[in-house]
């Protein structure tokens, strides 16, 4: 929901962006549905909620490298913090996918 409320504020400024910074921002939507739908299908205990979390949290990282790191999208992060904040989401994004893989293994 923060990645939505977050691409729907950048919205109006869109037509000042450049094509990288605007196709930064759709696939920081497309993946923000995939995690809501892994999210919704986790909640109801279905099976194809844990790969599809795993999708979903690996694009995610791969994201906020290239958002964050990259500086290829606009970001509230003051500059000198932004690879700890990087390293920090590595971390939780390896600590959930982990996590989505254990309770992948129960299921299965």
Not at 39 to 55: F, K, N, S
């Amino acid at each position: 929901m923060l990645a939505a409320t977050w691409c729907g504020q950048l919205l109006p400024m869109l037509a000042g962006h450049s094509r990288v910074v605007i196709a930064m921002i759709s696939a920081r939507a497309c993946v923000a549905i995939l995690q809501g739908s892994a999210g919704v299908m986790l909640a109801e205990r279905r099976p194809l909620g844990y790969p599809l979390g795993q999708v979903a949290l690996v694009a995610s990282a791969a994201l906020r490298v290239l958002e964050l790191g990259a500086r290829l999208s606009p970001s509230s992060v003051f500059p000198s913090y932004r690879w700890p904040v990087v390293l920090g989401y590595a971390l939780y994004a390896a600590a959930v996918y982990h996590l989505l893989l254990r309770g992948r293994r129960r299921v299965e």
